[in-house]
T-cell receptor, first 120, second 110 residues
Framework: GAVVSQHPSRVICKSGTSVKIECRSL??????MFWYRQFPKKSLMLMAT?????????EQGVEKDKFLINHASLTLSTLTVTSAHPEDSSFYIC????????????????FGDGTRLSIL | GQQLNQSPQSMFIQEGEDVSMNCTSS?????WLWYKQEPGEGPVLLIA?????ELTSNGRLTAQFGITRKDSFLNISASIPSDVGIYFC??????????FGSGTQLTVLP
């Protein structure tokens, strides 16, 4: 259980293009999903928290107009990198936590397989 | 902001050896998690710890949530080649956000 699917796994596109990345929880409902960015040989940096039915909460220094997040359903969040430039090239990873299974404990975050974004 | 110090940064060990890595924090976390990441993939949850002092095993992996709630360690016993990867600790705050350690790159030599 607790499978998170992220699509696409790799994108190569020209500078100025907007790119949409999808994150789906396949076997559970996620009221909250998270978007991370990871540079080579570095740790994961939280970009934003995506809340179903409401606006995302962005971390300090993350441009909300550059990284548009939509969490329209309990199983899908999307990250759109608008007018992407070479400096936006990175590994983007989403995660989701089951907000409904009642175990008395906080459900851990489960991660997608990431999207390698390369902007030429 | 919260910071996690994870050590060691990298380890080269012989197959069959035991491995230990740890994380310390400047602040308290409610939950400690350990993940493993392989190249080109997302992190995979190994162990979740919910109570101070909790010791939990998952096969050859054992992790403990420190009494002070500011640290955690992960042990891997009898390492095998497929243990290769980057291991991350992560602390979860009351806001359910994760703060990740810097990672430990594990290489297992045959």
């Amino acid at each position: 259980g607790a499978v998170v699917s992220q699509h696409p796994s790799r994108v190569i596109c020209k500078s100025g293009t907007s790119v949409k990345i999808e994150c789906r929880s396949l076997d559970f409902q996620a009221t909250t999903m998270f978007w991370y960015r990871q540079f080579p040989k570095k740790s994961l940096m939280l970009m934003a928290t995506s809340n179903e039915g409401s606006k995302a909460t962005y971390e300090q220094g993350v441009e909300k107009d550059k990284f548009l997040i939509n969490h329209a359903s309990l199983t899908l969040s999307t990250l759109t990198v608008t007018s992407a430039h070479p400096e936006d090239s990175s590994f983007y990873i989403c995660s989701a936590r089951d907000g409904f299974t009642g175990t008395g404990r906080d459900q851990p975050q489960h991660f997608g397989d990431g999207t390698r974004l390369s902007i030429l | 902001g919260q910071q996690l110090n994870q050590s060691p940064q990298s380890m080269f060990i012989q197959e069959g050896e035991d491995v230990s890595m740890n994380c310390t924090s400047s602040s308290i976390f409610n939950t400690w998690l350990w993940y493993k990441q392989e190249p080109g993939e997302g992190p995979v949850l190994l162990i979740a710890l919910y109570k101070a002092g909790e010791l939990t095993s998952n096969g050859r992996l054992t992790a403990q949530f420190g009494i002070t709630r500011k640290d955690s360690f992960l042990n891997i016993s009898a390492s095998i080649p497929s243990d290769v990867g980057i291991y991350f600790c992560a602390g979860q705050s009351s806001a359910r956000q994760l703060t990740f350690g810097s990672g430990t790159q594990l290489t297992v030599l045959p």
